[in-house]
């Protein structure tokens, strides 16, 4: 005769719990960032999801969006929790932009100021004054390390929901 037991085995796999919130951020050159749930089918879970590049790739996607809406499940690892599947989820709005054939032309740009330190800097077209946002991940997605004030870079300008952003740097001078 066995005995009935509520236990859960090491070997059992933890149960997913799913998530509908906003992409935080993510850095595709660290390979991994961030969900913030809005909502979700247990108390267990608070705070912040990693999403891995793995779940993206497996999804179809190589980046996403910051504020991108998604709705996935998760699981928690030794780490904390975790995207395991992803089941909906906003397109980059590049990858959009490239299959309507809107994807913005590269143009060149002026370094303003980068703080390696702080991962991000500001660039200026070299007919305007506008302040455009760089990340050190698209630097390092085009090969390069650092940028220092006055350097030219040719780079792709897109429009976010925080404003002007590059979003690809394809050469520098």
């Known amino acids: 005769m066995s005995a009935v037991t ?9 149960p997913a719990v799913r998530v509908i919130g906003a992409v935080k951020w ?7 960032g961030f969900v913030v749930p809005d909502s979700v089918t247990s108390a267990d879970l608070t705070g912040d999801v990693m999403l891995h ?28 929790w975790q995207v395991e599947n992803i089941i909906e989820m906003d397109r980059p709005r590049e990858a959009i ?5 809107n994807a913005p032309e590269p143009e060149d740009v002026i370094v303003k100021w980068f703080s390696t330190e702080k991962g991000f800097g500001f660039v200026n077209r070299l007919n305007g004054e506008e ?14 390390d650092a ?13 976010g929901a925080r404003g002007a952003y590059i979003s690809a740097v394809v050469r520098s001078e």
């Not at 779940?55 to 980046?63: H, I, N, P, T, V």
């Not at 455009?132 to 630097?139: A, D, K, N, Q, R």
């Open 147 to 159: 940028v220092q004030q006055g350097d030219m870079l040719t780079a792709t300008v897109s429009l």
């Open 131 to 144: 302040d455009i946002f760089i990340h050190i991940s698209v630097l390092r997605r085009g090969g390069l």
């Open 26 to 32: 993510f850095d595709t050159a660290k390979g991994y």
């Open 53 to 80: 590049i793995s779940c993206l790739r497996a999804y179809g996607e190589a980046d996403a969006d910051e504020g991108a809406r998604i709705i996935c499940d998760a699981v928690r690892g030794e780490r904390g």
């Open 6 to 14: 509520s236990e859960k085995r090491d070997d059992e796999p933890a």
């Open 97 to 101: 932009a490239r299959d309507r054939g």
